[in-house]
Nanobody
Framework: QVQPVESGGGLVQAGGSLRLSCAAS?????MAWFRQAPGKEREFVAA????????YYADSVKGRFTISRDNAKNTVDLQMNSLKPEDTAVYYC????????????????WGQGTQVTVSS
């Protein structure tokens, strides 16, 4: 059973960094991070395939965020640098079998989310 559990959210000033971590079993699962700000739809942030060989990012975070995974530890991390106030949202970890996807509806398993707040 894959049950993602996120950690690492918090409050940071603009320009700062945070590292989110997701613990989830299921080594043949692609993993992704999504986020949802108040009053907005859940949006794709980044994804990584089951063996870590391929990644994909939303244009809004490309060059600032890095997704990585350690299958020996069953973890997927999201390193977030140069944070902006518009990055403020609840961040969710999600899993689906094998291939990456950018649509939230294609992910089978979701964590409860962790709040990231970036102050200006």
């Amino acid at each position: 059973q894959v049950q993602p559990v996120e950690s690492g959210g918090g409050l940071v000033q603009a320009g700062g960094s945070l590292r989110l971590s997701c613990a989830a079993s299921g080594r043949t699962f692609a993993m992704a991070w999504f986020r949802q700000a108040p009053g907005k739809e859940r949006e794709f942030v980044a994804a990584i395939d089951w063996n870590g060989g391929d990644t994909y990012y939303a244009d809004s975070v490309k060059g600032r965020f890095t997704i990585s995974r350690d299958n020996a530890k069953n973890t997927v991390d999201l390193q977030m640098n140069s944070l902006k106030p518009e990055d403020t949202a609840v961040y969710y970890c999600a899993a689906r079998p094998l291939n990456m996807a950018t649509r939230a509806g294609l992910y089978n398993y979701w964590g409860q989310g962790t709040q990231v707040t970036v102050s200006s």
